[in-house]
């Protein structure tokens, strides 16, 4: 849902299907074009509604029911290689859903992640996005992921910006290669 929109956006959206749904399955048999009424908030309502309907049908079809509750027994490559399985879920789908639904220490990797992490030095200038959060990951004790990724995408938002920096505003200017170079 989250996909190509902002937070605020695809929380109206979620929250949206939630209310008019009972049920997980009750969406997974909703016809593709009411879903995507439902969601219309969210940006891309269309293709997220197949997406979602096709999420949640082989869900069903492969686990009996609609659910994720098997994945905590699952260790962190199953799980999330179960969910890459998954129509349209790549890495960073993935691992928001290990991290944010299932507790796992998944480090998603968004552009905000990305770009402050190259700023501050802890990923290499020439380090590709698929890369990154394997690398990333081996620097943070897994207790301190949810925390690391929330922090540096409130950074990246609120000082850490693409075009404009507020470097002066910056708490880690004084160890940052880029605000030393700047």
């Known amino acids: 849902?989250?996909?190509?929109?902002?937070?605020?956006?695809?929380?109206?959206?979620?929250?949206?299907?939630?209310?008019?749904?009972?049920?997980?399955?009750?969406?997974?048999?909703?016809?593709?074009?009411?879903?995507?009424?439902?969601?219309?908030?969210?940006?891309?309502?269309?293709?997220?509604?197949?997406?979602?309907?096709?999420?949640?049908?082989?869900?069903?079809?492969e686990q009996g029911r609609i659910t994720l509750d098997f994945l905590k027994s699952r260790t962190m490559t199953k799980a999330k290689g179960f969910l890459m399985s998954l129509p349209g879920v790549g890495h960073k789908t993935a691992s928001c859903v290990l991290l944010f639904s299932l507790r796992k220490p998944s480090l998603p990797v968004d552009t905000?992640?990305?770009?402050?992490?190259?700023?501050?030095?802890?990923?290499?200038?020439?380090v590709s996005l698929e890369k990154a959060p394997g690398?990333?990951?081996?620097?943070?004790?897994?207790?301190?992921?949810?925390?690391?990724?929330?922090?540096?995408?409130?950074?990246g938002r609120q000082i850490c910006c693409a075009r404009k920096p507020r470097c002066e505003a910056c708490i880690l200017r004084g160890i940052c290669p880029s605000s030393l170079s700047s």
């Open 135 to 155: 690398l990333l990951q081996k620097q943070i004790p897994p207790s301190r992921i949810y925390q690391f990724h929330v922090h540096m995408i409130e950074h």
């Open 1 to 61: 849902m989250s996909q190509n929109t902002s937070d605020a956006n695809s929380g109206r959206a979620f929250a949206s299907l939630k209310a008019s749904f009972d049920s997980w399955e009750a969406v997974a048999s909703a016809p593709t074009g009411r879903i995507a009424e439902v969601i219309k908030c969210g940006g891309l309502s269309r293709i997220k509604a197949v997406r979602i309907k096709q999420v949640l049908q082989q869900i069903e079809t």
């Open 112 to 126: 905000h992640v990305f770009r402050v992490a190259k700023r501050l030095g802890l990923i290499g200038s020439g």
